[in-house]
């Protein structure tokens, strides 16, 4: 075997060891990722919207599947009856990028209880 065509086999091996280990890392570290966003970037928001501590909301959250992005919904319970949604919304463009906001709607009086930027 050439020494070209070694190196090219190592370098292939290397390439291919250092893929599978970035793959793996992020597939496991994904959920926890996704977990500490939640936390520091949407709970401040959270906690200005429905009065309560983020730690109560963050953990009643649905994905709804959207056309390009997956929009979160946030809950609230009063009892058993929902009393307050939160929904991300994502207005498009501008000179800083998209603006990600989070419009907070009290169910139990039929209003909109605020609207804050993610």
Do not use: H
């Amino acid at each position: 075997m050439s020494e070209i065509t070694r190196m090219v086999v190592v370098l292939s091996l290397i390439a291919g060891v250092c893929s599978a280990a970035l793959t793996s890392a992020n597939y496991l570290l994904t959920p926890l990722m996704d977990k500490q966003t939640d936390f520091y970037v949407r709970g401040p928001a959270l906690e200005r919207l429905f009065g309560k501590p983020a730690e109560e909301v963050l953990g009643n959250k649905i994905v709804f599947p959207g056309e390009e992005v997956d929009i979160p919904i946030f809950f609230t319970r009063d009892g058993d009856k929902v009393a307050g949604l939160a929904v991300e919304a994502i207005g498009k463009g501008g000179f800083g990028g998209d603006l990600k906001i989070m419009v907070g709607i009290d169910l139990l009086q039929g209003k909109m209880s605020g609207m804050e930027a993610v």
